[in-house]
């Protein structure tokens, strides 16, 4: 079983920078993605940002150039340092965890509210 815990969510202004944190513990296999989702109210969940245990990195075109996401393989954590935040970005994030042979294992944290406003 994985357990992932979230951190650094909270109000923003517009143009503003937040770093999230997802710190990861249980049975991790070498093989892994770990990365960012995001929901608004009314939207679907869509992939924000992610990352690969060899470190490769994909990101959503919308957050290309303001967002950046990394990995501490000795604390199983991963960062999502974003900036120049707008008020569209809103939403709740989550953490997710693909791990095992075929990525076949898939893990959700219990989200963080970024709320970017004025």
């Not at 957050?63 to 393989?73: A, E, L, M, Q």
Request: hydrophobic share 30%.
């Amino acid at each position: 079983q994985v357990q992932l815990v979230e951190s650094g969510g909270g109000l923003v202004q517009p143009g503003g920078s937040l770093r999230l944190s997802c710190a990861a513990s249980g049975s991790i296999f070498s093989l892994y993605v770990m990365g960012w989702y995001r929901q608004a109210p009314g939207n679907q969940r869509e992939l924000v940002a992610i990352i690969t245990n060899r470190g490769n990195t994909n990101y959503a075109d919308s957050v290309k150039g303001r967002f950046t996401i990394s990995r501490d393989n000795t604390k199983n954590t991963v960062h999502l340092q974003m900036s120049s935040l707008k008020p569209e970005e809103t939403a709740i994030y989550y953490c997710n965890l693909k791990t095992g042979f075929g990525l076949r294992y898939a893990y959700w944290g219990q989200g963080t509210q970024v709320t970017v406003s004025s």
